[in-house]
């Protein structure tokens, strides 16, 4: 089951930044998730559940549940531009 529900959401990434990506997702609201790298990632010390990155090495956003980073949703790329 996807994330937040039985019906899959489609996050677009509309631009990126060094640090960070600017994300709409389904319903139009806009916001921003760290960029990090797998690397990066696995050495968070604390991750709290629900956490969101953006995964510049697999270009998926991923969230912290259950003990574990997981995938949500496809990510269409509309700009790519810096924001």
Do not use: H
């Amino acid at each position: 089951m996807p994330f937040g529900g039985s019906t899959p959401v489609e996050f677009i990434l509309v631009g990126i930044e060094a640090d960070r990506v600017l994300v709409r997702d389904g319903t139009g609201n806009y916001f921003k998730l760290p960029r990090l790298t797998t690397a990066q990632r696995d050495a968070l010390t604390s991750p709290t559940e629900g956490m969101q990155i953006y995964n510049a090495d697999t270009d998926q956003i991923e969230v912290y549940q259950n003990g574990n980073w997981a995938p949500i949703g496809p990510i269409t790329v509309i700009d790519g531009g810096e924001f």
